[in-house]
T-cell receptor, first 110, second 113 residues
Framework: DVKVTQSSRYLVKRTGEKVFLECVQD?????MFWYRQDPGLGLRLIYF???????EKGDIPEGYSVSREKKERFSLILESASTNQTSMYLC?????????FGPGTRLLVL | AQSVTQPDIHITVSEGASLELRCNYS??????LFWYVQSPGQGLQLLLK??????LVQGIKGFEAEFKRSQSSFNLRKPSVHWSDAAEYFC???????????FGSGTKLNVKP
């Protein structure tokens, strides 16, 4: 089974801090995604990557950036965290007609 | 533009009753369609998926879904709901190469005893 790990389960940051969320997969899948999940809004796509150094914006990229320097690792960066970025962040890896989710990072921005 | 619509935010059914959760999609290419379930505090679990072929697909936990291209729908059904089915359900759509993937806003299912 593919394993998808995220660097933190819970994170508390202050407004204005730079925040790094990391997602690592243990298989050789090309497609990796970052979503945020908010009550009543479902999962909204922030960014995705289909290969090393390749990235595309999703529906809500503002205030976020991403990095994919190695195939197994996809990082989400909040350049200057704001309170409206308090959310659950989910990493997804897609490959072989199946999707695999990380456990999620619950981020609180104070 | 690609999108997935789940028109029902909350649904309440009695235990033993039948269930249908609606999903409509807008997608420019041939869609791959999925249903996921998320129990409170848990991650997303794949219930079933449709790629091609028979438009009625069977999934885990007794769920099934029917793809209707003419209606751009992929509704989830279960003949008899159990209390353990109370959860949030998400419909999703993606292309054949999975380089983009969109989720609906979810439907919360409440099961009455």
């Amino acid at each position: 089974d593919v394993k998808v790990t995220q660097s933190s389960r819970y994170l508390v940051k202050r407004t204005g801090e730079k925040v790094f969320l990391e997602c690592v997969q243990d298989m050789d899948h090309e497609n990796m995604f970052w979503y945020r999940q908010d009550p009543g809004l479902g999962l909204r796509l922030i960014y995705f990557s289909y290969d090393v150094k390749m990235k595309e914006k999703g529906d809500i990229p503002e205030g976020y950036s991403v990095s994919r320097e190695k195939k197994e690792r996809f990082s989400l960066i909040l350049e200057s965290a704001s309170t409206n970025q308090t959310s659950m962040y989910l990493c997804m890896v897609a490959g072989g007609e199946t999707q695999y989710f990380g456990p999620g990072t619950r981020l609180l921005v104070l | 533009a690609q999108s997935v619509t789940q028109p029902d935010i909350h649904i309440t059914v009695s235990e033993g009753a039948s269930l249908e959760l609606r999903c409509n999609y807008s997608y420019g290419a041939t869609p791959y369609l999925f249903w996921y379930v998320q129990s409170p505090g848990q991650g997303l679990q794949l219930l079933l998926k449709y790629f091609s072929g028979d438009t009625l697909v069977q999934g885990i936990k007794g769920f099934e879904a029917e793809f209707k291209r003419s209606q751009s729908s992929f509704n989830l059904r279960k003949p008899s709901v159990h209390w353990s089915d109370a959860a949030e359900y998400f419909c999703a759509v993606g292309p054949y190469n999975f380089n983009k993937f969109y989720f609906g806003s979810g439907t919360k299912l409440n099961v009455k005893p």
